[in-house]
């Protein structure tokens, strides 16, 4: 069984404050909120720093490299035809407070592992580009 997600997904409301993330990954490129004051990645976007409450935030394109650090595996039909998948919060490599609830894709449910790199990548459904995050290959020394 591929935890590649479901074939149809809800899409989220579109608003100025989210907009930039849900449509970023048309460039490929992950985009977390950042203050310009004190450097904190602050998500979900909000109009001030959580940190120390700074006007000046703005979008900013990190890695897409994450940690797993939870998952389950729903098998609940919730969509009609929907096969079972990954759901996981995953801690990004930049700050790892940041963590999205997201879906792993391209690996088999029982191989998912806590602590599993992943790195984004994104499906596009109308105008939206939904993160998930597949597991990364371990490199290989000679």
Not at 6 to 31: C, H, I, K, M, Y
Not at 71 to 81: A, D, E, K, L, T
Request: one cysteine or more; a negative charge.
């Amino acid at each position: 069984m591929l935890a590649d997600g479901p074939s149809v997904r809800l899409l989220p409301q579109l608003s100025e404050e989210n907009r930039f993330f849900w449509t970023s990954g048309a460039d490929g490129s992950l985009r977390i909120l950042r203050c310009y004051a004190c450097h904190f990645y602050t998500h979900p976007p909000g109009p001030v720093c959580r940190r120390c409450l700074s006007r000046h935030v703005a979008p900013d394109v990190v890695s897409g490299r994450a940690r797993v650090e939870s998952y389950s595996i729903n098998y609940q039909q919730w969509i009609p035809g929907s096969d079972p998948y990954v759901i996981a919060w995953v801690s990004l490599a930049e700050q790892p407070s940041v963590r999205l609830t997201t879906n792993l894709v391209g690996v088999e449910a029982d191989e998912v592992v806590i602590g599993m790199d992943v790195a984004v990548e994104f499906e596009e459904v109308d105008d939206v580009y939904i993160p998930l995050f597949r597991p990364v290959a371990e490199a290989t020394t000679p």
